[in-house]
C-alpha cells in the first residue's frame, strides 16, 4: 500500500512539474529573444529552426522537451523526501539526474553552444543557479529549525 501511495506521488509531482518545464522553456526564449532577437521574439533559437525545418515544429519539439524536463524536476522532487538519505546524497542524486536532464534538453534547443566551451559555460550557469537555490533553501529550512527548537526550549 505505501508502495503504491509513493508511485502516486511520483507520477503526480511529474505531471505537475510539466507545466512548470514549459513555463521555464518560455521564459529562456524571451530571455534569448532579449540577447540575440534584435528587438523580436523568437520562440526557438534560430539554429533549431533551420535543423527542424520549421519553425511550428521546432516550437513543438522544444514545448514537448521542456515538458518532459519539468516532468524530471517534479519527479527528482521526491527524493528530498527521503528521510533516510543524508543530504549530500539527496543532493548528489538531485543533481546528477536534474543537470544530465538540463543538459540534454539545452543541447537539443540549441539554448547553448554546440561545442565544449558552449557546454561547460551552459553547465557552469545551471551549477552556479543550482548551488544559489540550494542554499538559500538550505538557510530557510535551518532557519525554521531554529525558531521550532527556541519553540521547545
Same mark, same amino acid.
Given at each position: ?25 518560455? %521564459? ?5 529573444? /532579449?540577447?540575440?532577437?534584435?528587438? +523580436? ?26 515538458? /518532459?524536463?519539468?516532468? %524530471? ?20 542524486? +538531485? ?12 543541447? /537539443?534547443? +540549441? ?10 559555460? +551552459? ?9 544559489? %537555490? ?20
Amino acid at each position: 500500500m505505501k508502495k503504491n501511495i509513493r508511485i502516486r506521488r511520483i507520477c503526480k509531482y511529474g505531471v505537475l512539474g510539466m507545466p512548470l518545464g514549459v513555463t521555464t522553456g518560455h %521564459v529562456i526564449s524571451i530571455l534569448t529573444s /532579449l540577447k540575440w532577437g534584435q528587438g +523580436y521574439y523568437s520562440p526557438c533559437v534560430p539554429q533549431m529552426i533551420e535543423v527542424i525545418g520549421s519553425e511550428i515544429c521546432a516550437v513543438i519539439l522544444q514545448t514537448v522537451l521542456c515538458a /518532459l524536463l519539468g516532468g %524530471v524536476f517534479g519527479v527528482t522532487s521526491v527524493i528530498w523526501e527521503n528521510k533516510t538519505w543524508s543530504i549530500m546524497k539527496q543532493t548528489g542524486i +538531485y543533481y546528477l539526474v536534474d543537470s544530465a536532464a538540463m543538459m540534454l534538453v539545452a543541447y /537539443l534547443c +540549441y539554448w547553448m553552444e554546440h561545442s565544449a566551451r558552449g557546454f561547460l559555460s +551552459y553547465f557552469g550557469i545551471f551549477t552556479a543557479i543550482f548551488v544559489l %537555490v540550494w542554499l538559500v533553501q538550505y538557510m530557510r529550512v535551518k532557519s525554521d529549525l531554529k525558531k521550532i527548537n527556541s519553540r521547545l526550549k
